[in-house]
C-alpha cells in the first residue's frame, strides 16, 4: 500500500518562509504527477501546485512567484518552498499524487495533510 506523509508545517509570521515535504513509500511502479493543495478554514479544498515526473510545474495564481514545488524523483518526495508568506495562507496543506501501482494499475492518493498558520 502506497502512502503520503508530509511534515513541515508550523507557525510563522506574515513575511516569512516554510518548506514542506511529502514523502511516498510502500510498494510502486512510477510516481506520475504529485501536487499540493490546502483547504483553508471554512473554505474548499484548492490546487496549489502541481509538477510532473519531468519537471514540468503549474501553479496558482494566488501563490505564482511566492511558493516553488520540486520533488526528487529518486526520493519519491516533493516539496513546496513557501515565501512571503500570508495570513490568507493559513490552511491545512495535502499532498497529492498519481501512482501507477503496476504499469496499468493506477491510483490516486492523499497524505493526511499538515497544518500552515501565518500570523499577522
Known amino acids: 500500500q502506497v502512502r503520503l506523509v508530509e511534515s513541515g508545517g508550523d507557525l510563522v509570521q506574515a513575511g516569512g518562509s516554510l518548506r514542506l515535504s511529502c514523502a511516498a513509500s510502500?510498494?510502486?511502479?512510477?510516481?506520475?504527477?504529485m501536487g499540493w493543495y490546502r483547504q483553508g478554514p471554512g473554505k474548499q479544498r484548492e490546487l496549489v501546485a502541481t509538477?510532473?515526473?519531468?519537471?514540468?510545474?503549474n501553479y496558482a495564481d494566488a501563490v505564482r512567484g511566492r511558493f516553488t514545488i520540486s520533488r526528487d524523483n529518486a526520493k519519491n518526495t516533493v516539496y513546496l518552498q513557501m515565501n512571503t508568506l500570508k495570513p490568507e495562507d493559513t490552511a491545512v496543506y495535502y499532498c497529492?499524487?498519481?501512482?501507477?501501482?503496476?504499469?496499468?494499475?493506477?491510483?490516486?492518493?492523499w497524505g493526511q495533510g499538515t497544518q500552515v498558520t501565518v500570523s499577522s
Open positions: 509538477i510532473t515526473s519531468a519537471g514540468t510545474t
Open positions: 497529492n499524487a498519481e501512482v501507477m501501482i503496476t504499469m496499468s494499475l493506477r491510483n490516486n492518493i
Open positions: 510502500g510498494s510502486m511502479f512510477r510516481l506520475n504527477v
